[in-house]
T-cell receptor, first 110, second 113 residues
Framework: QKEVEQDPGPLSVPEGAIVSLNCTYS??????FMWYRQYSRKGPELLMY????GNKEDGRFTAQVDKSSKYISLFIRDSQPSDSATYLC??????????FGAGTRLFVKA | ETGVTQSPTHLIKTRGQQVTLRCSSQ?????VSWYQQALGQGPQFIFQ???????GRGNFPPRFSGLQFPNYSSELNVNALELDDSALYLC????????????FGPGTRLTVL
């Protein structure tokens, strides 16, 4: 079993839709949770960073962490074609090693 | 753009050869991590360097080695290349030996034939 599980998609939605992306994990020691966006042939770009359980909002993006269920989510409101990318969840205990999910490919159709 | 640069952009090598990839960290960042990203997968942690010392290592064999220089730039060296080493190699910089708020470079695409 992988430490972090993420559905690879692809996920295809119409412009303006609310997108829900999710990851589950097995290591209860993870404390820091991140979402990265990666465009084709580019490096990952940090979108959201949260510590422990709770919600965090930044513009059209909301990150949720439920440590009791070992489940994290990223919501994108009013999705745009420019949001089409691969979204990677990542987490760490706070040490030197970050564990990434496999990434979910998102397509937003105009 | 993050300010993290990598060179070269693309590289083609043959099995058994050696390769050196380079990374220049974002200004003010003294820690660099290297990741391998196979096609369709998430990045996998190779190792981290902090103050010119290896600070931690993932599940990669010793033929993967690295260096960090006083100006915090870094190299990833891979010896005895195998076909499975074909991947995007990413470096990420951050502050003070942690992994939060990592800034990634654009990566080097390595193809091993």
């Amino acid at each position: 079993q992988k430490e972090v599980e993420q559905d690879p998609g692809p996920l295809s939605v119409p412009e303006g839709a609310i997108v829900s992306l999710n990851c589950t994990y097995s290591n209860s020691a993870f404390q820091y949770f991140m979402w990265y966006r990666q465009y084709s042939r580019k490096g990952p770009e940090l979108l959201m960073y949260t510590y422990s359980s709770g919600n965090k909002e930044d513009g059209r993006f909301t990150a949720q962490v439920d440590k009791s269920s070992k489940y994290i989510s990223l919501f994108i409101r009013d999705s745009q074609p420019s949001d089409s990318a691969t979204y990677l969840c990542a987490m760490t205990t706070g040490g030197f090693k970050t564990i990434f999910g496999a990434g979910t490919r998102l397509f937003v159709k105009a | 753009e993050t300010g993290v640069t990598q060179s070269p952009t693309h590289l083609i090598k043959t099995r058994g050869q050696q390769v050196t990839l380079r990374c220049s960290s974002q200004s003010g960042h003294n820690t660099v991590s290297w990741y391998q990203q196979a096609l369709g997968q998430g990045p996998q942690f190779i190792f981290q360097y902090y103050r010119e010392e290896e600070n931690g290592r993932g599940n990669f064999p010793p033929r993967f080695s690295g260096l960090q220089f006083p100006n915090y730039s870094s190299e990833l060296n891979v010896n005895a290349l195998e076909l499975d080493d074909s991947a995007l190699y990413l470096c990420a910089s951050t502050i003070q030996g942690g992994t939060d708020t990592q800034y990634f470079g654009p990566g080097t695409r390595l193809t091993v034939l």
